[in-house]
């Protein structure tokens, strides 16, 4: 080797693509996998005196998850969350990577500028690698090239009002300017598919329906035919549709993906863990958008999933602060739309697949894999593999987790899994190598990088 090996992980359970591996991952000194070792090469390296032994005997070893969607908000709305204990979260949850959203800060990553702010607010708070999502909104075109030059993953746009004044939404015509632009680049843009259609709000606001009404799969059809149309125009650009619920538009994302256009789809844990039926009156911690629809359409999601027409799985993770919430009032309508689950991610994933026809490797794929290959990390980030970022989440498949306040590292702890009892326990979280979280233990240094030029 060029390089020292430092650390040496063992278990009888690494999942090294799609099998397990009993064996070793020698990692080196500058946080990168060496070797993926067979257990007799693992007897001869635990020799070695300088090499650290983690033997974690049958628990899980695999890449840690890389969560592409989520809402910091820091600076300006620190109090909804922030980079500290965001990445805490992440770390706590077996989460390596995060991609950051680019609105609900002050400022948003709509500029090179804003977007330096936001990289001095992150340095040296956190404890997982953190990449950045820039923004499009109208008028901010001449940004994008900077921006991806400054060393953002991608581009993200809304379609309908974001919830924020500093992020207004796109129209058709801003679309293409920016798709414009993004044609000469390898980057992607992705969508916030809904379109507003004057949808009247009738009924009572305390109850979910009400809501539910108010934003039906029509929106997200109308939006997503939109990028489909703008994006067979503009065939180099890769284009991402985030965080989908309508079931009804899956058949439009099917005839796109089998016309050839490059287009992946993403949808959230909640999607596929809740159903409209059971929302109580005033429960506004279940609210986001696009809604939570009802079981059928939970049920033609996972099969979505299952046959890959849904690439991947994210947290959106958005929380706000508890007055935001309007929990005493308990009005959907007023309420901030944005479910906080940064943390749960694995165990809510984990504790289902079973009764969907997936299996434990598919953790890799629609949580780590695909997310990477989306925001370009893949070359590096996302297997355990030689020369990749030893980067790992150590976990118990059998182990169960009940979700309450004390466990919670968000910094705003409403969650509509309050009280849930999932499979699935994080042991260790390791970053290029060091160990970022342990169970039962403090949090170590926040050595996480931010992905801002690799
Ligand atoms: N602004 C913001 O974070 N919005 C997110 N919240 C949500 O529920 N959907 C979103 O797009
Ligand atoms: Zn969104
Ligand atoms: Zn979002």
Redesign the pocket.
């Known amino acids: 080797f060029n390089m020292e090996p430092v650390k040496l992980f063992i278990s009888t359970n690494i999942i090294v693509e799609h099998k397990f591996l009993n064996g070793g991952i020698l990692v080196g000194k500058d946080g990168k996998i060496l070797k993926v070792l067979s257990k007799s090469e693992t007897l001869v390296y635990r020799t070695y005196k300088d090499v650290e032994v983690i033997d974690v005997g049958d628990y899980v070893i695999m890449p840690g998850v890389i969560d592409s969607h989520v ?1 910091v908000n820091e600076p300006g709305r620190t109090d909804w969350e922030g980079y500290e204990t965001a990445t805490k979260a992440a770390a706590a949850g077996g989460i390596t990577t995060i991609v950051d ?1 680019p ?2 800060s002050i400022p948003p990553t709509t500029t090179v500028q804003n977007f330096m702010t936001k990289i001095q607010a992150a340095t040296g708070k956190t404890y997982v690698d953190v990449a950045f999502w820039g923004g499009v909104i109208p008028g901010n075109q001449d940004e994008l090239i900077g921006l991806i030059k400054a060393g953002v993953v991608g581009f993200k746009c809304f379609m309908i009002e ?3 004044d500093e992020f207004p939404f796109v129209q058709p015509n801003d679309i293409e300017i920016a798709m414009k632009t993004l044609e000469k680049t390898n980057s992607v843009l992705a969508f ?1 598919a809904e379109m507003n259609e004057n949808t009247p709000v009738i009924g009572d606001p305390t109850v979910y329906e009400t809501f539910l009404k108010s934003r039906p799969p029509s929106m997200e059809l109308k939006a997503i035919a939109t990028v489909i149309a703008l994006a067979k125009r503009h065939p180099n650009v890769r284009t991402h549709i985030v ?1 989908l619920s309508a079931a009804e538009a899956l058949p439009l994302i099917v005839d796109a993906k089998k016309s050839g256009l490059n287009l992946t789809v993403e949808t959230c844990h909640h999607y596929l863990n809740f159903k409209s039926e059971d929302i109580p009156n005033k429960a506004t911690q279940y609210k ?2 696009p809604p939570i629809r009802d079981l059928k359409n939970q049920q033609i999601l996972w099969e979505a999933v299952k046959h890959g027409i849904l690439d991947m799985i994210v947290s ?1 993770h ?1 929380p706000c602060t508890p007055d935001l919430k309007e929990l005493e009032t308990g009005n959907f309508i007023r309420a901030w ?3 906080a689950s940064l943390q749960f991610g694995l165990s809510l994933f984990w504790t289902q697949l079973k009764n969907h026809g997936l299996s434990i490797f598919d953790i890799n794929r629609y949580m780590t894999h695909m997310p990477a290959k989306l925001t370009g990390l893949h070359t590096h980030k996302g297997a355990i593999a030689t020369n990749y970022d030893a980067d790992f989440v150590i976990w118990d498949p059998h182990a169960t987790i009940l979700i309450e306040p004390s466990m919670i590292q968000h910094k705003n702890k409403l969650t509509p899994y309050m009280g849930k009892k999932l499979y699935g326990k994080v042991l260790k979280t390791v970053v290029r190598g060091q160990i970022v979280y342990e169970d039962g233990k403090q949090f170590n240094s926040p050595v996480g990088k931010l992905l801002i030029n690799e």
């Open positions: 809402h959203m609105l609900n974001s919830g924020v916030h965080h986001c958008t959106d958005s739309g944005g479910i």
